[in-house]
């Protein structure tokens, strides 16, 4: 675990989320010459930052931790911070991953997730970065909704660069949800457990694949040490849980008896202490979600993670992409953003053809004589 990481410069992105924040955790434990954390969020890089000095106080640590405010889509900041800090090693976690969030603000996602990974890896090529880690997700396989596509989509950046650049060490880790995270469904059970019910889930047969933080940031550690160029990774999350057994067994653990009700709020069998509701599918979600696009992983040093040989673009067909895909966020178009991941080899494939981002809804509600307001809005660049 210690091979990118003891004696080197290592940056964070997104490192006050929930699994940059558990990398950085980890990686300081390794010793690095310095640590760098790349945040947006204010508060979330205070807390990170505090929390950092305070464990390396107490264990008598010396490794220099940068909190650099700042967001990836910037490349100015972002070239200025990997060659001021004279930075080695990136793990990159900054993305938007809550997928009804980015189903309704499709553009920023889009700028987040795929332009944010597009100058980050350009950056980290231009400076000479000896290794990139991608922190992926289960949903970049056949996507339903906006986030998966456009995490798949950051992929295919990585991928291509890793055959342009072999200098630098591209490599991706996909894997499903973490316990305790902050899209996670187990804190917003117990919050419903605790206010009486109903606890809500949005389908019976829904299945996801689960793993602690901690479990998620080692493996992400040891599957990036591995890497060759252009690895696609994949944790072995054990079998999928069902959804539906989550909130009947916490409600036990809480001493209680849950029972499930109907549409109606009826009871489906005898009455209990805390009701079960079936709500329906969120936005773009799946019932079940995917680990692999091919059909043949290989196994690796560690028994917890697989190789797996995905399709990939050249830098010029993945350009192509990208510039339709920049030009319709420039204009606000969301269905051509949607036609564009239709379009890619992304296999992406949305659950129905409404659009649910609400600027654009809120744009169609009402139009100016010269058209739909938001397109006369984004005319005015931005």
Same mark, same amino acid.
């Given at each position: 675990?210690?091979?990118?990481?003891?004696?080197?410069?290592?940056?964070?992105?997104?490192?006050?989320?929930?699994?940059?924040?558990?990398?950085?955790?980890?990686?300081?434990?390794?010793?690095?010459?310095?640590?760098?954390?790349?945040?947006?969020?204010?508060?979330?890089?205070?807390?990170?930052?505090?929390?950092?000095?305070?464990?390396?106080?107490?264990?008598?640590?010396?490794?220099?931790?940068?909190?650099?405010?700042?967001?990836?889509?910037?490349?100015?900041?972002?070239?200025?911070?990997?060659?001021?800090?004279?930075?080695?090693?990136?793990?990159?976690?900054?993305?938007?991953?809550?997928?009804?969030?980015?189903?309704?603000?499709? %553009?920023?996602?889009?700028?987040?997730?795929? @332009?944010?990974?597009?100058?980050?890896?350009?950056?980290? $090529? *231009? +400076? &000479?970065?000896?290794?990139?880690?991608?922190?992926?997700?289960?949903?970049?396989?056949?996507?339903?909704?906006?986030?998966?596509?456009?995490?798949?989509?950051?992929?295919?950046?990585?991928?291509?660069?890793?055959?342009?650049?072999?200098?630098?060490?591209?490599?991706?880790?996909?894997?499903?949800?973490?316990?305790?995270?902050?899209?996670?469904?187990?804190?917003?059970?117990?919050?419903?457990?605790?206010?009486?019910?109903?606890?809500?889930?949005?389908?019976?047969?829904?299945?996801?694949?689960?793993?602690?933080?901690?479990?998620?940031?080692?493996?992400?550690?040891?599957?990036?040490?591995?890497?060759?160029?252009?690895?696609?990774?994949?944790?072995?999350?054990?079998?999928?849980?069902?959804?539906?057994?989550?909130?009947?067994?916490? %409600?036990?653990?809480?001493?209680?008896?849950? @029972?499930?009700?109907?549409?109606?709020?009826?009871?489906? $069998? *005898? +009455? &209990?202490d805390i009701p079960i509701s079936i709500v329906g599918l969120n936005k773009g979600e799946k019932l079940y979600e995917e680990l692999l696009i091919g059909e043949d992983p290989h196994p690796t040093d560690h028994p917890r993670i697989m190789t797996a040989t995905e399709g990939s673009l050249t830098r010029a067909e993945l350009d192509g992409f990208l510039e339709r895909l920049f030009r319709a966020c420039q204009a606000f178009d969301v269905p051509a953003i949607r036609q564009v991941f239709t379009e890619a080899p992304l296999a992406y494939r949305p659950t129905s053809d409404e659009v649910h981002d609400l600027m654009w809804v809120a744009s169609m509600s009402g139009t100016v004589d010269d058209g739909p307001r938001?397109?006369?809005?984004?005319?005015?660049?931005?």
């Amino acid at each position: 675990m210690s091979r990118n990481i003891t004696g080197k410069v290592v940056l964070v992105s997104g490192a006050g989320g929930s699994i940059g924040s558990e990398l950085c955790r980890q990686i300081i434990n390794h010793r690095p010459a310095a640590l760098v954390l790349l945040e947006m969020s204010e508060l979330a890089l205070y807390c990170i930052t505090n929390e950092l000095r305070e464990t390396l106080a107490e264990d008598g640590g010396e490794v220099p931790v940068e909190p650099v405010l700042g967001s990836v889509q910037h490349r100015g900041r972002v070239a200025a911070v990997l060659r001021n800090f004279g930075v080695q090693t990136i793990y990159h976690a900054a993305a938007y991953k809550h997928v009804v969030l980015v189903e309704e603000n499709v %553009v920023e996602g889009v700028r987040n997730n795929v @332009f944010g990974t597009r100058t980050l890896a350009e950056a980290a $090529v *231009e +400076a &000479g970065i000896e290794d990139f880690i991608l922190i992926s997700t289960d949903k970049a396989v056949r996507p339903t909704n906006i986030m998966g596509a456009s995490k798949r989509m950051s992929e295919l950046v990585c991928q291509a660069l890793a055959r342009d650049h072999p200098r630098t060490t591209f490599s991706m880790v996909r894997f499903g949800n973490v316990l305790g995270s902050s899209g996670s469904v187990i804190p917003r059970f117990r919050a419903q457990i605790e206010q009486g019910g109903p606890v809500t889930v949005t389908h019976r047969e829904i299945t996801r694949f689960f793993m602690t933080i901690p479990e998620a940031a080692q493996l992400i550690i040891q599957a990036g040490a591995m890497a060759r160029g252009g690895d696609v990774f994949v944790l072995d999350m054990g079998e999928p849980v069902k959804i539906l057994d989550l909130p009947q067994s916490m %409600v036990r653990l809480h001493g209680l008896k849950p @029972f499930l009700v109907d549409e109606a709020g009826r009871p489906e $069998v *005898e +009455a &209990g202490d805390i009701p079960i509701s079936i709500v329906g599918l969120n936005k773009g979600e799946k019932l079940y979600e995917e680990l692999l696009i091919g059909e043949d992983p290989h196994p690796t040093d560690h028994p917890r993670i697989m190789t797996a040989t995905e399709g990939s673009l050249t830098r010029a067909e993945l350009d192509g992409f990208l510039e339709r895909l920049f030009r319709a966020c420039q204009a606000f178009d969301v269905p051509a953003i949607r036609q564009v991941f239709t379009e890619a080899p992304l296999a992406y494939r949305p659950t129905s053809d409404e659009v649910h981002d609400l600027m654009w809804v809120a744009s169609m509600s009402g139009t100016v004589d010269d058209g739909p307001r938001m397109l006369e809005v984004a005319s005015s660049k931005d």
